[in-house]
């Protein structure tokens, strides 16, 4: 006789692919996997993509990604819903209009530059994530590269951190983590909502291999606002894996590797 197990908290991915598996949605899937929730993917893009950058990308129509969608939310369900990669206008705009239909918190990772410097988001789509992708999210999960392109603003310390998530808020998101990984000193990320501040520290790991951290962090929240966890919670829980996955980020090709997602399994 079968033995009946419990369904996991179900995710939904909504990115482009890393044909090189360490970020996009390869990096949110095998996230979901190690956080005991079971993943599900809308495809975007498709990029060739390995440890040296990104040598070519290309959109997925927008019927194409919102079939995928409706495939999935209408017949399985989600619990949470994470996005990434959304390169043009339509795209954003057509995925804004998808989740404005799902009851389902969202973290949004307005992804708009690779670990590499290559551009991922034209700049023709950046008021559509302003004004209505970001007004759909639980919670924002921008780079200070992504906080320049999106307010203007260029952040070289903690009080630029806290004038950039002000005015990241402005544009509707509920919550919102900068995330200051590219300022000297100690990893600082700073969650708010307005009210009240979450100051995130960890060690800066001596270890150059971390491509996919910004898809694994905005994953990670995911499957913790999936299983019922308040954002706080949700975040300080993210935090702390990517600590991990980044101290146990390995080498691969000549270039970035990426961060271990198994890490917490991984023989040692």
């Not at 700073?190 to 009240?196: C, N, Q, W």
């Not at 829980?237 to 080498?251: C, D, L, R």
């Amino acid at each position: 006789m079968a033995i009946p197990t419990a369904v996991p908290p179900r995710v939904l991915t909504v990115a482009g692919s890393d044909s090189g598996g360490g970020a996009g949605i390869q990096a949110d899937l095998k996230t979901m996997l190690a956080l005991g929730t079971h993943g599900m993917s809308v495809l975007t893009a498709v990029t060739a993509q390995n440890s040296l950058g990104v040598q070519g990308a290309w959109d997925l129509p927008v019927e194409a990604v919102r079939a995928q969608y409706r495939s999935v939310v209408d017949d399985i369900g989600v619990q949470a819903v994470k996005t990434g990669m959304l390169s043009s206008a339509a795209l954003v705009d057509a995925v804004a209009g998808l989740l404005a239909g799902t009851d389902a918190p969202v973290v949004v990772d307005p992804v708009g530059v690779s670990k590499h410097g290559d551009a991922l988001l034209a700049a023709e789509a950046l008021d559509s994530v302003r004004t209505k992708l970001l007004p759909a999210a639980t919670v924002a999960t921008p780079n200070l590269d992504e906080v320049t392109q999106l307010t203007g603003i260029t952040v070289t310390d903690e009080r630029g951190m806290r004038r950039a998530a002000a005015e990241m808020l402005s544009y509707g998101p509920r919550w919102v983590v900068i995330k200051g990984g590219h300022l000297p000193g100690e990893a600082v990320d700073l969650l708010t909502d307005g009210s009240e501040e979450h100051w995130l520290r960890a060690p800066r790991h001596d270890n150059r291999h971390t491509h996919g951290t910004g898809c694994t962090l905005a994953s990670a929240i995911a499957c913790g606002l999936a299983k019922g966890q308040d954002v706080p919670t949700a975040v300080h829980g993210a935090k702390a894996y990517v600590t991990g996955a980044i101290e146990a980020g390995f080498a691969l090709g000549g270039g970035i590797g990426p961060v271990d997602h198994g890490w917490r399994t991984r023989a040692r």
